[in-house]
């Protein structure tokens, strides 16, 4: 239960963060605001974090 909600609660964020992409555009440089391999990376660390602050109270 507890991985399904770090997995949705990524997946709202991506969503928020395609949402933004326009906006910030300008802020960025040498990469574009729709790059799949940034947004992939970011998903990936944010879940590995979620799921390492999850894991480590259970010890």
Same mark, same amino acid.
């Given at each position: ?10 997946? #709202?964020?991506? @969503?928020? @963060?395609? $949402? ?6 300008? *802020? *960025?440089?040498?990469? =574009?605001? =729709? ?7 970011? @998903? $990936? $660390? *944010? *879940? @590995?974090?979620? #799921? ?8």
């Amino acid at each position: 239960m507890q991985r399904a909600l770090m997995v949705v609660g990524v997946g #709202i964020g991506l @969503a928020a @963060a395609f $949402a933004a992409a326009p906006f910030v555009e300008p *802020l *960025l440089f040498g990469v =574009s605001a =729709s790059d799949p391999s940034v947004y992939a990376a970011v @998903a $990936a $660390a *944010l *879940l @590995a974090v979620a #799921i390492l602050a999850g894991s480590l109270p259970a010890w």
